[in-house]
């Protein structure tokens, strides 16, 4: 298996550049000789450098929340976790006093003239939840406010303890949540997903980061964001410049990779889901330069940014996600995701990532699409995607970088639970609700999106007119397939729709899913 490979060399790997390949069982020499050759630069660095410091100003308590391990049958047993907040929200301040590191969108050039000096001057501090950032939970249920003072959206991760990452692999297994996105207008993302970070955010790996999963280090995505403040236990300063557009975020010199199963990205208007594939296993990859993806480069980085997405609406199928459509966005939702193997175990290839609903006590399998080449498709597989796109005229990123088996490989490695809030300085979560991109017909096929107009989400304005949308995430299970749920209803419903014939020609995407500054 590729597993043993990529855990044994994950850190080594996200050291080397120019890796281009998922590990195979015959990349162990190649990755020894590289061990070498990062032990000697991970010494020389580690000589000169004391680590990025904790603070001691305010306690880090992580709220409890309660999730659910089920088993064949349909038994569940509650486990009792918790959240911890993501390190780039986290108040950064002087190690031997209380003067910001970083204030705005800057970092403070006394204390982070140079990386080294940032990593050794500055301590992440505890945080205050919810009364700084708008979360709290109760028993299986977190709750995630958009703005609270002057903090805008949150990240948090599901904790195993105190100091690890609760790490998942979903092969052969069903992962089920309920959501309330009511209160999510155009222009918002409550999203949940899993990303390939590491158990205990990089602690171990990089001795410069003595913070970890329990104040929320280690984070990256298929985006390969550079607005990560400290990659690998070194702060991100080279080439930092402040965004023109938002007054709390920044870009530096490197990007944070990793693949990404996005299971829920959605409003009250619009969801997908989207598989994120990498050529590198193991995160956070530091990457530089063109291996980052950006630009007009978008698909010659290492992550495939795009992903094989479905949104409903995007399909064709304009009447399944919404309010008062056939999945209510007024009320309560349970989202299912299997994600089904070549062989029905946990050992085969992923092959399908299945959805399935449940609201009001019964079960709705996911729409089907209703453009004649996609019309027999309502889950996603290879063929799914390759025929998506060459419908859509987006390039197969998703394809050229492994694919569903990729995916499925990543969660062999593990991977971490993330749950958020956000709005999108980039492309204003058009690509989630609205028509994108802005120089394509709404009637090509693959640019509708749902039904927010290409005006909406600018973020001034949802973080003026709704400081108060919140989502909650709720009743968290996964486990074998059919584990999860149950319905009062009968049968499942949703059944193929009649295909409709539309206009064909529509050319690239040029964000496709995950839309944000990388």
């Known amino acids: 298996m590729r597993k043993m490979t990529a855990t044994i060399t994950r850190r080594l790997l996200a050291q080397t550049k120019g890796i281009t390949h998922h590990p195979q069982k015959n990349d162990v020499a190649l990755y020894t000789v590289r061990f070498l050759h990062v032990a000697l630069l991970s010494f020389t660095f580690l000589a000169v450098v004391l680590g990025q410091q904790v603070g001691t100003l305010t306690a880090e308590v992580h709220p409890s929340l309660t999730v659910s391990k089920c088993s064949a049958g349909g038994s569940c047993t509650a486990e009792n976790k918790s959240v911890v907040l993501d390190s780039n929200w986290r108040w950064l301040h002087d190690a031997k006093g209380s003067t910001n590191c970083y204030t705005g969108n800057t970092f403070d050039k006394s204390l982070c003239g140079t990386p080294e000096a940032c990593t050794t001057n500055c301590a992440l501090e505890g945080a205050e939840y919810a009364k700084t950032y708008g979360i709290t939970t109760s028993g299986d249920a977190l709750t995630l406010k958009f703005v609270t003072g002057a903090n805008v959206g949150s990240r948090v991760y599901l904790l195993d303890d105190d100091n690890n990452y609760k790490i998942f692999n979903l092969k052969n297994q069903e992962f089920t ?56 236990g070194k702060a991100n300063t080279l080439g930092w410049t402040g965004s023109p557009n938002d007054s709390n975020s920044g870009t530096g010199q490197y990007g944070a990779c990793c693949a990404e199963m996005d299971i829920w ?20 990859y530091a990457c530089e330069g063109t291996e980052c993806g950006d630009g007009d480069n978008r698909y010659g980085g290492v992550c495939d940014k795009d992903g094989c997405d479905f949104n409903s609406y995007r399909q064709g199928d304009t009447s399944f996600y919404g309010p008062g459509k056939t999945i209510d966005t007024t009320k309560k939702i349970t989202v299912v995701t299997q994600f089904i193997t070549t062989d029905g175990t946990a050992n085969g290839d992923l092959k399908e990532i299945r959805r399935i609903y449940v609201q009001n006590g019964k079960v709705v399998e996911n729409s089907y699409s209703t453009y004649p080449t996609l019309a027999k498709y309502n889950s996603i597989t290879e063929e799914y995607c390759s025929a998506q796109k060459t419908l859509f005229g987006d390039t197969n990123s998703f394809a050229d970088r492994g694919g569903l088996a990729a995916m499925g490989d990543s969660y062999e490695n593990g991977m971490v639970l993330v749950m958020s809030i956000w709005d999108d300085h980039a492309v204003n979560m058009l690509w989630l609700n609205s028509a994108y991109p802005l120089d394509k017909p709404e009637t090509d096929p693959g640019v509708a999106r749902g039904t927010c107009s290409r005006d909406s989400g600018k973020p001034e304005d949802v973080e003026k007119n709704s400081p108060d949308a919140t989502v909650i995430y709720s009743n968290i299970k996964y486990g074998p397939i059919g584990s999860t749920y149950s319905s009062t209803g009968g049968s499942p419903t949703n059944a193929p729709p009649t295909s409709t014939t539309t206009a064909s020609g529509a050319t690239q995407t040029k964000y496709g899913q995950c839309g944000g500054m990388s």
Do not use: R, W
């Open 177 to 232: 949540f309920d959501v309330d996105v009511s209160k999510l207008p155009c222009g918002l993302n409550g999203a949940l997903y899993f990303v390939e970070m590491e158990k205990d955010g990089g602690k171990a790996s990089y001795t410069t980061n003595k913070a970890g999963a329990k104040y929320g280090t280690g984070y990256c995505d298929s985006q390969c964001p550079h607005d990560i403040k400290f990659i690998n």
């Open 265 to 284: 990205e959605a409003n009250s208007i619009s969801s997908a889901y989207t598989p994120h594939t990498c050529s590198v296993y193991g995160g956070p």
